[in-house]
């Protein structure tokens, strides 16, 4: 079964700093895609950041390029969100997602439950 569990949410003054943690099991961690999403209130779900199986490579959402960070632990099987500089805009539900490898050749997309992070003085 697969599980994405987040942390490390929370209420941050603007122009600070939080980093988001998911804690992936049920299937093959290293071989999956995996990626953040965030939904602020009334608004569409977006993608933030994304990091790929192989390699590793990274790609942004214009509004959060050069102050957030992916990078992924295959040996703990984590994937991380360094935020930097945080704004108020930037206040919104966060999500893990994979493209989870549950088989050989067979991938499944799934969510985390979501952890709140809030940016406010």
């Known amino acids: 079964q697969v599980q994405l569990v987040e942390s490390g949410g929370g209420l941050v003054q603007p122009g600070g700093s939080l980093r988001l943690s998911c804690a992936a099991s049920?299937?093959?961690?290293?071989?999956?895609?995996m990626r953040w999403y965030r939904q602020a209130p009334g608004k569409e779900r977006e993608l933030v950041a994304a990091?790929?199986?192989?390699?590793?490579?990274?790609n942004y959402a214009n509004s959060v390029k050069g102050r957030f960070t992916i990078s992924r632990d295959n040996a703990k099987n984590t994937v991380y969100l360094q935020m930097n500089s945080l704004k108020p805009e930037d206040t919104a539900v966060y999500y893990c997602?994979?493209?989870?490898?549950?088989?050989?050749?067979?991938?499944?997309?799934?969510w985390g439950q979501g952890t709140q992070v809030t940016v406010s003085s």
């Open positions: 997602y994979a493209v989870a490898n549950v088989a050989s050749g067979r991938f499944i997309n799934s």
């Open positions: 990091v790929t199986n192989v390699g590793g490579n990274t």
């Open positions: 049920g299937f093959t961690f290293s071989t999956s895609p």
